[in-house]
């Protein structure tokens, strides 16, 4: 804090995201499902501006510097009628920048600890950079040797022409509301 009412916070964080169902198929003869899972490593600097009450605001940018998100298909008839596929896929994605804010309230116990609640919100989107096929199995024999480098990596723009071997990119999501509740202990 530079004062008792305005400081700077940097905060760095781990988005570890579960394994959510994005896509499934069942139907007589057909089986499919698509999963995905997402990692992240954010920094976020933020300015704090703090009332007497003890009520403060955070506000600042998020910039994802590293992550990935892994996609796994299986389909029962992938390779042809009763012989299963999978196949896995890792995105990666451009420098993204986001924007972070929260409210909260810190309760003082003494000169060097606190405790804390706050709302938070996070604003970021992330457009697809990058995919590799990092796994590709059909009836449990591993085909990905007989595909060609073009066939398991490609490359994202935000404008292609055509002719060319850059496919046209997506934006993935990772905004979030939260709650957070701890302590803090001020050096």
Known sequence: MFNESIGIQLDASFLAGSEIVTSEDKTPGSESKTTSASQQIRLTPQLVLQAPSGFYGRFGAV??????????STNANGGGPSVPSERVIVAKGKL???????????????????????????????????????????????????????QINATYE???????????GGSSSYSSFGVNVGVRFTL
């Open 158 to 168: 935000d404008e292609t022409t055509a002719g060319g071997n850059v496919s046209q």
């Open 96 to 150: 993204g920048l986001g924007i972070a804010g929260s409210l909260g309230y810190g309760f003082e116990l003494s000169e060097k600890l606190s405790i804390f609640g706050e709302l938070e919100y996070i604003g970021l989107g992330i457009k697809t950079a990058s995919t590799e096929i990092t796994k590709y199995e059909v009836g449990g024999n591993d085909v990905l040797p007989s595909l060609t480098n073009d």
């Open 63 to 72: 910039l994802p510097v590293g992550g990935s998100t892994t996609v796994t």
